[in-house]
T-cell receptor, first 116, second 118 residues
Framework: QQQVKQSPQSLIVQKGGISIINCAYENTAFDYFPWYQQFPGKGPALLIAIRPDVSEKKEGRFTISFNKSAKQFSLHIMDSQPGDSATYFCAAPAANYGGATNKLIFGTGTLLAVQP | GAGVSQTPSNKVTEKGKYVELRCDPISGHTALYWYRQSLGQGPEFLIYFQGTGAADDSGLPNDRFFAVRPEGSVSTLKIQRTERGDSAVYLC????????????????FGPGTRLTVL
C-alpha cells in the first residue's frame, strides 16, 4: 500500500526558532505536494503546496523544499510562533496506474508545540 | 457557502445502526472527496466524486459504506450496520476541479463529523 512517511512525530521548538518537518513518498502520479495544518477539533486547512516546476516555494514564514531525485519534501516554518502549534500533515497524490484519480495519501502527522 | 460544511458535527449511534453523514461543498466546486481520520492519524481516502459520478471509490473499506452525490453538489456518506471500528472523524473536502495535473484542484476540508459507535 502506498505510503507517505513523515517525521518527526512530534516537535518542540522555542518561539522564534525554525520548525522543520520532513516527508518521503513512494511513487506518485503527479508532483504536487500540499501541507495541511490542523488544530484540535477542526478539519485540516491547506497551508502551502508545491508543484513540479519549482524546487522551493515560500509563502510568508512557510517554505516547502522539494527533492525529486530523493522523493522527499519538507516544510520549514521560520520564526515559529505559539500560534503555529498544531498538527501538520504532508500529502502526495496517489500513484495513478492507468486510471484518473485525485486522491491524496497523507502522512501520519507531526505535532508541533512552539514554546513562548 | 464560504467553506465546506458538514452535518452533523457529532453523531453517536449504536452498533448495527444505519447513519448518514452530509457534506455541502464550496459553491462551484466540481470535485468532492470523503476521507476518514482516526485518532492520531492522517486522513485516509475513501471516495472521490467528479460531478455526480464516483471517479474513485477504492478507499471504501467494505460494502457497508456507500456515498452518493445525485445533483453534483451535496454528498451523503451512508454507513450500514455500523461497527465500533467505524468510529472516527469523517472529513469531506472539495476542489474546483478534479484532475491534479490540471491545476485548481487544491482540496479544502470541512470541519468533519465525529462518529462514535457504541
Amino acid at each position: 500500500q502506498q505510503q507517505v512517511k513523515q517525521s518527526p512525530q512530534s516537535l518542540i521548538v522555542q518561539k522564534g526558532g525554525i520548525s522543520i518537518i520532513n516527508c518521503a513518498y513512494e511513487n506518485t502520479a503527479f508532483d504536487y505536494f500540499p501541507w495541511y495544518q490542523q488544530f484540535p477539533g477542526k478539519g485540516p486547512a491547506l497551508l502551502i503546496a508545491i508543484r513540479p516546476d519549482v524546487s522551493e516555494k515560500k509563502e510568508g514564514r512557510f517554505t516547502i523544499s522539494f527533492n525529486k531525485s530523493a522523493k522527499q519534501f519538507s516544510l520549514h516554518i521560520m520564526d515559529s510562533q505559539p500560534g503555529d502549534s498544531a498538527t501538520y500533515f504532508c500529502a502526495a497524490p496517489a500513484a495513478n496506474y492507468g486510471g484518473a484519480t485525485n486522491k491524496l495519501i497523507f502522512g501520519t502527522g507531526t505535532l508541533l508545540a512552539v514554546q513562548p | 457557502g464560504a467553506g465546506v460544511s458538514q452535518t452533523p458535527s457529532n453523531k453517536v449511534t449504536e452498533k448495527g445502526k444505519y447513519v448518514e453523514l452530509r457534506c455541502d461543498p464550496i459553491s462551484g466546486h466540481t470535485a468532492l472527496y470523503w476521507y476518514r481520520q482516526s485518532l492520531g492519524q492522517g486522513p485516509e481516502f475513501l471516495i472521490y466524486f467528479q460531478g455526480t459520478g464516483a471517479a474513485d471509490d477504492s478507499g471504501l473499506p467494505n460494502d457497508r459504506f456507500f456515498a452518493v452525490r445525485p445533483e453534483g453538489s451535496v454528498s451523503t456518506l451512508k454507513i450500514q450496520r455500523t461497527e465500533r471500528g467505524d468510529s472516527a472523524v469523517y472529513l469531506c473536502a472539495s476542489s474546483l476541479r478534479g484532475w491534479i495535473a490540471g491545476g485548481g484542484n487544491e482540496q479544502f476540508f470541512g470541519p468533519g463529523t465525529r462518529l462514535t459507535v457504541l
